[in-house]
């Protein structure tokens, strides 16, 4: 039988089974905490780091993503403070100066809030959200790709570099990739990356009902977890 708790977020009290995350409790609430790095019925890892919150404990607030932190009866989470909202600004900005070259990317980008870009673009192929390896290992159980190398060097990758016998060549890892999906105008070339923001005409709800989900269709790129079974 289920356990359920009450979770205080944002103010509104949500109902949610024990061991569920913060960020799918709030986002079954209708709770708008931007996500990239994850996917419904996959683990959670926080590498994005997007859906961080500020969890308070004794009047103490401590900022951490909602996506690996667990529900638990009587916790405080404040999703949509002044400080959360410029840490997670300032993360999505970073995020499309590295891979401007994903419509997923340019539209969290400007669900966060990002107005302009102050980093050099790098036109990377690869942000780490690690959500190809984790299909690979838990859905298909194949483990056919994974990490490879530390710091500057990470990168997804086949065992020493060559396609093994047991991938079974599904196509998944390329499907959750969030970097399949390229902007409305088509591939940015080298020195000339710029932020689309051509849909910002959607957030206009999200202005007056800052933190709610207003379906505003900018996760659907990635497969916001809004938007599973809908």
């Known amino acids: ?20 995350s913060v960020l799918d409790a709030a986002i079954e609430y209708g709770i708008c905490i ?18 961080i919150v500020e969890h308070v404990v004794n009047g103490r607030s401590e900022v951490t993503t909602s996506c690996t932190l667990n529900v638990e009866e009587g916790m405080v989470i404040r999703a949509n ?17 590295q891979a401007p070259n994903s419509r997923a990317i340019q539209d969290i980008a400007l669900r966060c809030g990002v107005k302009e870009v102050r980093y050099p673009f790098r036109n990377e192929d690869c942000v780490l959200c690690g959500r190809c390896v984790r299909v690979c290992t838990e859905i298909w159980q194949a483990r056919a ?18 396609r093994p016998d047991f991938c079974k060549q599904c196509g998944n890892c390329v499907q959750i990739c969030p970097m399949t999906i390229p902007p409305c ?46």
């Open 145 to 162: 790709i994974g990490f490879v190398g530390r710091g500057k060097d990470r990168h997804v990758d086949f065992p020493f570099g060559i």
């Open 185 to 230: 105008d088509g591939p940015m070339k080298p020195g000339e990356e710029y932020l689309c923001g051509k849909c910002e005409s959607q957030l206009m709800i999200a202005d007056e009902t800052p933190g709610s989900c207003v379906w505003c269709q900018l996760g659907e790129g990635f497969g916001c977890g809004r938007y599973v079974g809908v």
């Open 34 to 51: 931007p996500h990239l790095c994850h996917v419904p019925f996959l683990s959670d890892i926080g590498a994005c780091r997007l859906c």
């Open 1 to 20: 039988m289920l356990q359920y708790v009450n979770v205080n977020i944002d103010g509104a009290t949500v109902r949610a089974p024990k061991g569920t």
């Open 81 to 97: 403070t002044d400080k959360i909202r410029r840490l997670r600004r300032n993360l999505a900005e970073l995020l499309v100066a």
